[in-house]
């Protein structure tokens, strides 16, 4: 499975220069102190549109995880994708591509850290990989 190329804006900006550097920004209350998650606007715990960017550690635990069949191209077998969603140890859950592990390998509860990707022509988009 191909990712997506996905392309900055001004809101995604400070994301995307982060995830080049390697580091993972994730959205903090400024009224109530709660980390969420980046696409995130207004805080899930109090509603406050206080949000500003802060460096999260990049690691967590697999929740929950489904595998993506692809078609079978000639003689190669067909393709397997594994997306999970993820709890960050700060709190805010995400669903990104897996890497590094077989799709059988996969359980709940996987310590997993993040890491980048980086689709030819695209921004780098988070993915896990086991700990």
């Known amino acids: 499975m191909t ?7 001004a809101q995604t900006a400070e994301f995307f220069d982060a995830a080049a550097r390697g580091e993972l920004l994730i959205r903090r209350c400024g009224a109530c102190g ?14 406050s549109d206080r949000q ?8 967590g635990t697999v929740v929950s995880w489904t ?8 003689d190669a077998p067909p393709s397997r994708t594994s997306v999970a969603i993820v709890e960050l140890d700060e709190g805010p859950w ?11 390998a996969i359980t ?13 022509g695209g921004e780098p988009v988070p993915t896990f990989r086991p700990r």
């Open 3 to 9: 990712v997506g190329i996905v392309h900055r804006d």
């Open 34 to 47: 709660a980390f969420n998650a980046p696409q995130v606007l207004a805080c899930e715990h109090c509603q």
């Open 52 to 59: 500003a960017w802060a460096v999260a550690a990049g690691t």
């Open 67 to 74: 595998v993506v069949h692809g078609r079978a191209r000639g």
């Open 94 to 104: 995400l669903h990104a591509r897996l890497t590094g592990l077989e799709p059988e």
């Open 108 to 120: 709940a509860g996987l310590k997993v850290a993040v890491a980048f990707e980086r689709p030819e």
